[in-house]
Every structure is written in C-alpha cells, then in structure tokens.
C-alpha cells in the first residue's frame, strides 16, 4: 500500500515539474536536478521506511557504481555540451544516476515503485536534452549504465535465488545462492 502511494506521488511531481520547466533552459535544468535528487531519496527512503537495510545498502551500491562508471566515461570520452559549458557532456550524470534509483526500486520491490520512477527517470533524461547540456545519445547511454548497473548490484527484496556477479584483477566468475 505504501509503495503505491509513493508510486503516485512520484508520478504527480514529474508531471508537475514539467509545466514550468518548459519556460525555459534554466527551468528545465533545475526541475531535472530536483526530480533526480528526489529519485535519490526515494531510493534510500523507501528501503529505510520499511527497515530494509540490505535494500538501502543495495542502493547505496548502484547508485555510487553507476557515479563512478559515469564519471570514468567522461573523463576517458570527453565531449562538448550543446550549450557549450565544458566538455562532460557523455553521458548524463544526471540521467545515470536517475535510472540507477529507479532500477533499483524496480528490481528490489516490483514494477509498482519502478514504473513511476522509470517515468520520473525520463523526465530527468528528457530535462537533460531541453536544457541543452546532453544530446539524446548521452542520455541514453546514461540511461543504460544506471538501469544496467541498478539491475546487477540489486536484488529482489524476496529472492529465493541470488546470482551475484565478481571480479578481481585475475578472475570473474558469478555466484549462484538458492534458499529453500
């Protein structure tokens, strides 16, 4: 019940953040700031709420994994901005970060808290493009890291199965756990 009244809400604040955005670039760029930190909250709180520790951890997880893959690919691709502001244009941080909190809430608790953050995570893609600091392939390839790495580093909250991924400098493998 909990999760689909924030699931809701989150819809509503998209939807509300888009009408003044529109006015402008400036607009745009904070309402997408706003919905991405509020995504980020939302990521943590719902976990925290329900005293799912593991779950906040987990977003913990994804989220600074997703922050560091980014930011690895702007330095190593450096690419203008549209709006010509400096050159860490590829990919969206904002966008990234976004679809990072939002698979993790989809992946650890269902589609009804990943649908509307899914729908709140584009916003924030689209926010992006109108302020002029992405184009759409920055956008979505940020969309892609924060949905990939949210999927890889969260399980469900549930699971009778968990099949983690590893890696060290002279192996990689993936462990498989199953609960009866």
């Not at 690919?73 to 904002?94: A, Q, T």
Request: aromatic residues 8%; glycine residues 12%; positive net charge.
């Amino acid at each position: 019940m909990l999760l689909k009244r924030c699931s809701a809400v989150a819809t509503l604040f998209a939807l509300g953040l888009a009408a003044p955005a529109a006015a402008s670039e400036k607009g745009w760029d904070d309402a997408g700031t706003i919905a991405k930190n509020a995504l980020v909250v939302a990521a943590f709180a719902v976990p925290a709420v329900q005293e799912d520790w593991d779950g906040a951890l987990q977003a913990g997880g994804s989220i600074g994994g997703t922050i560091l893959v980014t930011q690895g690919l702007k330095e190593i691709f450096p690419s203008r901005r549209p709006d010509g502001s400096d050159d860490r244009s590829f990919p969206s941080g904002h966008t990234s970060t976004s679809f990072a909190a939002a698979a993790t809430l989809h992946n650890r608790y269902g589609w009804e808290a990943g649908l509307p953050a899914y729908v709140v995570a584009s916003f924030v893609g689209l926010s992006r493009v109108e302020a002029r600091k992405h184009r759409v392939g920055d956008v979505l390839v940020g969309a892609a890291i924060g949905t990939a790495t949210g999927h890889l580093i969260t399980r469900k909250a549930n699971a009778r199965v968990q099949i983690v991924p590893w890696g060290d400098t002279k192996s990689a493998g993936i462990d498989m756990t199953l609960r009866f």
